[in-house]
């Protein structure tokens, strides 16, 4: 009876032992990895801001039959509103030509604009007109002659990066009664153009 009671009193005491041996071990849920979340890209580019830059390029002059050509260079700085899918600006530029015409000693000695413009916005790239006011100074006749006119054409700018850009311009420029010469004097300039934005 003795030995009956110590079994049983040590199968009690071994229970606890055993008693979590056959139970499943907990498996932890698993933890999925964070997603990076990618900011959408605009279909537009950014054009808003202060820019300036360099151009040179081709002018073809004509005054009344009295037709020449040559090379021109100078600077340009603006504005850009950058409203969406349309940019507005203005800009400001100078030129120093060397265009000489059929009558010798007469040429085109520099041009300046002050240029309004409405562009589009195609993401890196900007497609624009534009038109506004030129300041012409001429040699014809053998007389130094100056006066303001008009101008407008096209354009268009190329982002190479968030700050550098290149880009061409056409633009047809027209002095009616150059200067109260009887000359009307027209030149059409093709640029190419680098600008940095700032």
Not at 157 to 179: H, K, M, P, Q
Request: aromatic share 10%; no cysteine; hydrophobic share 45%.
């Amino acid at each position: 009876m003795k030995h009956i009671a110590a079994a049983l009193i040590a199968t009690t005491l071994a229970a606890p032992a055993f008693a979590g041996g056959l139970s499943q071990p907990v498996t932890e849920p698993a933890v999925a990895p964070p997603v990076a979340t990618v900011a959408p890209v605009r279909a537009d580019g950014d054009w808003g801001g202060f820019y300036a830059g360099g151009q040179f390029g081709f002018a073809g002059v004509a005054a009344n039959g009295n037709n020449g050509d040559g090379a021109l260079a100078g600077l340009q700085a603006g504005y850009r509103w950058d409203l969406g899918r349309t940019v507005l600006g203005i800009e400001g530029d100078w030129s120093k030509a060397n265009a000489d015409l059929t009558t010798p000693g007469d040429k085109l000695d520099d041009i300046a604009r002050l240029k309004l413009s409405a562009g589009y916005d195609l993401g890196r790239t900007l497609v624009y007109a534009t038109a506004g006011a030129a300041q012409a100074s001429a040699t014809i006749g053998g007389a130094d002659l100056s006066d303001s006119g008009w101008f407008a054409g096209i354009g268009a700018d190329y982002a190479l990066n968030d700050r550098w850009t290149i880009g061409g311009e056409v633009l047809s420029n027209r002095f009616d009664n150059f200067d109260n010469s009887g000359v009307n004097l027209e030149t059409t300039t093709a640029t190419i153009r680098a600008g940095f934005r700032f």
